[in-house]
């Protein structure tokens, strides 16, 4: 098929948002499988593993989000290029968000190894739990380039309404991980007793199997031919710029918020071991119910782009209001299942039934917590979607000061308990709504050209 003949357009249907949603549902719970799955093999090393991979685990992420924030933003480019039917652009602007992704990797590599270590020590009160935590980052951090190009692979697919081939490079990657986290924790299959680092080998061995699975997918549906992906494209100064104008207000952004989950980790571990490793594991039921939600939310940023490129402005509030019912839906269901029964998710960490009754009013305080990001999130990514990154930048730092502040008072000054600091989400998620909304119902954006 030529590039000529295609057409990437959305409608504007619940059948059109679920069709691109639910494969990148799907593809986002992989990794979160994978972090779970960490969790419950170092659950059995004992509650310090389970407590540092805490810290380790939201450290990565705040690098991972840069890829993500690079992702976002290439994205919705390549989604307004979709939208306009110059699919044409869409192979060089892929290309030049590789180049930059690979030297973002290696930034973050060079900062784990010369400046993280000072900044855990002065952190973390527990000089073990500093140490393990920056061995275990020593590894860790050099998944981060797989980690990169392989979401500059979902920008590219959810870009240009193929989000369906997602599942198969995440599948790969979770197959992979379980089975090497087994390995390598443990000493099973033949393999070395690496005990917690083995958890930091078997995911970058997973991110690097996922990369190579996707890739050979997407050669052999042909797509690198349809969209030319792999034609020598040279350095290109005017869409790098374009691409980092885009992004950098994301990246920062993404950076912030989570440098912000990194300070509320360090304050639960002035309350002890037992706090940490609850928040490590609301963490990961955050993420595992919390896939839909952003599902739906990278899908309003790429349709929110893929009809302003059709001239379809007067239309966004519909779009956005039909995927924020679908996305609160999904997240109401969780909501029932996890104030119904909410020890049931606790019980795959084997820490004992009076670790389960202490972590049962934090998992009330996330259901509620996930009904705020339903909304929220879906809001905050159509402003993505409307090409202004820098207003999403603004209205994160007005979540992240007051967030920040919050979880200081009630963890640090007041003193008060694991679930009373959870709270801080419920404040976060409104004070990124109420501006989301207010932006997007404005139209300042309608004129916007990227």
């Known amino acids: 098929m030529e590039t000529a003949k295609l057409n990437l357009q959305v409608e504007i249907t619940n059948r059109q948002i679920l069709k ?28 310090q ?26 994205q919705a480019l390549i989604s307004r290029r979709a939208g306009e039917n110059r699919i044409h652009e869409i192979g060089n602007l892929f290309n030049q968000g590789i180049r930059i992704s690979l030297l ?17 020590a002065v952190a973390l009160h527990n ?10 980052l020593y590894i860790r951090i050099w998944g981060l380039p797989f980690l990169y190009v392989y979401q500059m692979r979902n920008a590219l697919l959810v870009g240009t309404n193929n989000s369906r081939y997602l599942v198969t490079g995440t599948l790969a990657e979770t197959i992979t991980n379980i089975a090497f986290d087994y390995g390598l924790i443990y000493g099973n299959f033949w393999l070395p007793k690496l005990g917690f680092n083995g958890a930091a080998y078997a995911s970058i061995i997973a991110e690097a199997t996922g990369l190579f699975v996707i890739f050979a997918v997407m050669h052999k549906r042909g797509l690198g031919k349809q969209l030319k992906l792999f034609e020598k494209y040279p350095f290109d100064a005017k869409n790098t710029k374009l691409i980092l104008v885009q992004s950098l207000p994301l990246i920062v952004q993404y950076v ?3 440098s912000s989950w990194e300070f509320f980790y360090i304050l ?3 309350h002890g071991e037992r706090a940490l490793a609850i928040s490590n594991i609301m963490r990961n039921i955050f993420g595992f119910f919390g896939c839909a939600t952003w599902a739906f939310a990278s899908t309003a940023n790429s349709m929110v782009s893929n009809i302003i490129g059709q001239g379809l402005q007067h239309r966004v509030i519909e779009l956005v209001l039909k995927i924020m019912k679908l996305s609160f839906g999904f997240s109401f269901c969780v909501f029932l299942l996890l104030n119904l029964a909410p020890g049931l998710p606790m019980h795959m960490y084997a820490q004992g039934e ?44 007005f979540a992240i000061t007051i967030y920040s502040i919050y979880i200081y008072i009630i963890l640090e000054q007041l003193n008060l308990s694991t679930a009373m600091g959870w709270t801080s989400e419920w404040v976060y998620w409104t004070c990124i709504l109420v501006p989301s909304i207010l932006y997007v119902r404005s139209g300042k954006w309608k004129h916007k050209k990227i």
């Open 104 to 120: 973002f990797s290696a930034f973050s590599i060079a900062f784990t190894y010369f400046v993280a270590p000072s900044i855990l």
């Open 268 to 270: 639960i571990e002035h």
């Open 49 to 74: 593993p389970l407590a540092v991979a805490g810290i380790t685990g939201v450290y990565y992420l705040v690098f991972a989000v840069i890829g993500v924030g690079l992702n976002n933003g290439v």
């Open 256 to 258: 912030i918020s989570l």
């Open 354 to 397: 009076d670790f389960i009754l202490e972590a049962i009013p934090v998992v009330r305080v996330v259901s509620v917590a996930m009904l705020f990001m339903a909304c929220a999130s879906i809001w905050l990514n159509a402003v993505i979607g409307t090409g202004n990154t820098r207003v999403n930048l603004a209205i994160e730092i």
């Open 20 to 47: 691109i949603a639910l494969p990148i549902a799907a593809s986002i719970l992989v990794p979160q499988i994978n972090f779970i799955t960490n969790n419950i093999f170092l659950g059995g090393l004992g509650e």
């Open 127 to 136: 000089e073990s739990n500093v140490k393990m935590a920056v061995h275990f």
